[in-house]
């Protein structure tokens, strides 16, 4: 057991540090967009001193590559819990887990909106490539037999495609229920052929 004024170890303390401008910068972003939001401002959100900020970012930029990395870590973390709770019917679940999960206030805008536009549509590929895209083909893999691999990562671009534009205008004020059961019904006849 540690003792109460016990020294931080350094490694701590930096990670601490680097979630404290994490999120004081996600707040910012979702709130404000990329692209109004000032280093100033976030150092104040955090309540650290710009060196800090500059010590563990390299720019706004990297800094809000850290933030988008993050929001895809959570969103592929709760799709593949919930998906793996769900057994055999895990596509269905992770369909539903992913609406619910893109649901948290801001993270279509930083996944779907700012993060192609300021990190660029290569590295957002990237970013999804070991995230999302890898659990939505994880579950494709269960469900679809009989193509050749060309044809299956071409269905887990187009499908992945069709999920996010079904975020996006759930995000943007449409009613979700359609969207939810229109991607339910395309993932069950993923399986028909």
Same mark, same amino acid.
């Given at each position: 057991?540690?003792?109460?004024?016990?020294?931080?170890?350094?490694?701590?303390?930096?990670?601490?540090?680097?979630?404290?401008?994490?999120?004081?910068?996600?707040?910012?972003?979702?709130?404000?967009?990329?692209?109004?939001?000032?280093?100033?401002?976030?150092?104040?959100?955090?309540?650290?001193?710009?060196?800090?900020?500059?010590?563990?970012?390299?720019?706004?930029?990297?800094?809000?590559?850290?933030?988008?990395?993050?929001?895809?870590?959570?969103?592929?973390?709760?799709?593949? &819990?919930?998906?793996?709770? =769900?057994? /055999?019917?895990?596509?269905? %679940?992770?369909? !539903?887990? $992913?609406?619910? @999960? #893109? *649901?948290?206030?801001?993270?279509?805008?930083?996944?779907?909106?700012?993060?192609?536009?300021?990190?660029?549509?290569?590295?957002?590929?990237?970013?999804?490539?070991?995230?999302?895209?890898?659990?939505?083909?994880?579950?494709?893999?269960?469900?679809?037999?009989?193509?050749?691999?060309?044809?299956?990562?071409?269905?887990?671009?187009?499908?992945?495609? &069709?999920?996010?534009?079904? =975020?996006? /205008?759930?995000?943007?004020? %449409?009613?979700? !229920?359609? $969207?939810?059961? @229109? #991607? *339910?019904?395309?993932?069950?006849?993923?399986?028909?052929?």
């Amino acid at each position: 057991m540690q003792e109460k004024n016990a020294p931080v170890p350094n490694a701590d303390r930096r990670a601490a540090m680097r979630a404290r401008l994490i999120a004081a910068a996600r707040a910012l972003f979702v709130d404000k967009g990329y692209a109004e939001t000032s280093t100033p401002e976030i150092v104040r959100a955090a309540e650290v001193t710009r060196g800090a900020l500059y010590h563990h970012f390299a720019d706004k930029a990297d800094l809000f590559r850290a933030v988008v990395e993050a929001e895809a870590e959570a969103l592929v973390s709760r799709i593949d &819990a919930e998906a793996v709770d =769900a057994g /055999a019917g895990g596509m269905e %679940a992770g369909s !539903a887990a $992913f609406f619910r @999960a #893109m *649901a948290e206030p801001g993270r279509a805008r930083l996944l779907l909106i700012d993060g192609p536009a300021v990190l660029g549509p290569d590295e957002m590929s990237r970013i999804d490539a070991g995230g999302g895209r890898a659990s939505l083909r994880a579950g494709l893999d269960l469900v679809v037999s009989g193509v050749g691999e060309a044809e299956m990562q071409a269905l887990t671009e187009v499908v992945s495609a &069709a999920f996010d534009r079904a =975020a996006l /205008a759930i995000a943007q004020g %449409a009613e979700p !229920a359609p $969207f939810e059961q @229109a #991607m *339910a019904r395309l993932v069950a006849g993923l399986g028909e052929r």
